[in-house]
Nanobody, 113 residues
Framework: QVQMVESGGGLVQPGGSLRLSCAATGPITRINHMAWYRQAPGNQRELVAMITSGSTNYADSVKGRFTIAVDSTKKTVYLQMNSLKPEDTAVYYC????????WGQGTQVTVSS
C-alpha cells in the first residue's frame, strides 16, 4: 500500500522560503507523475505544482516562486517555495496527478509576520 509522508512545513515570515518533502512508501508506480496540492481553511484542495516525466506546470498564483522536483530513486518529491505570501498559508499534500493514492496527513505552512 502506497503512503505519502509530507514534511518540511512550518511558520515563516512573508518573503521567506521553505522546502517541502514528500516521501512515498510502498510500491508506487507513478513517481514521475507527481504533484503538490494545498488546502486553506474553508477552501477546496487545489493543485499547486505538477511534474510529469520532467515537465513542470504551476498554478498562476505560485508561478515563478515555487519549484517542484522529484528524486525517483528516493521516491521523494520536493517543493521549494520562495517569496512566500500570507495567501500561501495552507496544508500542503502530495499525490499523483491525477490523484491515484490515498492522501497523507499533509504539512502545515503558515506565512505570517
Amino acid at each position: 500500500q502506497v503512503q505519502m509522508v509530507e514534511s518540511g512545513g512550518g511558520l515563516v515570515q512573508p518573503g521567506g522560503s521553505l522546502r517541502l518533502s514528500c516521501a512515498a512508501t510502498g510500491p508506487i508506480t507513478r513517481i514521475n507523475h507527481m504533484a503538490w496540492y494545498r488546502q486553506a481553511p474553508g477552501n477546496q484542495r487545489e493543485l499547486v505544482a505538477m511534474i510529469t516525466s520532467g515537465s513542470t506546470n504551476y498554478a498562476d498564483s505560485v508561478k515563478g516562486r515555487f519549484t517542484i522536483a522529484v528524486d525517483s530513486t528516493k521516491k521523494t518529491v520536493y517543493l521549494q517555495m520562495n517569496s512566500l505570501k500570507p495567501e500561501d498559508t495552507a496544508v500542503y499534500y502530495c499525490n499523483t496527478s491525477p490523484v491515484f493514492y490515498s492522501w497523507g496527513q499533509g504539512t502545515q505552512v503558515t506565512v505570517s509576520s
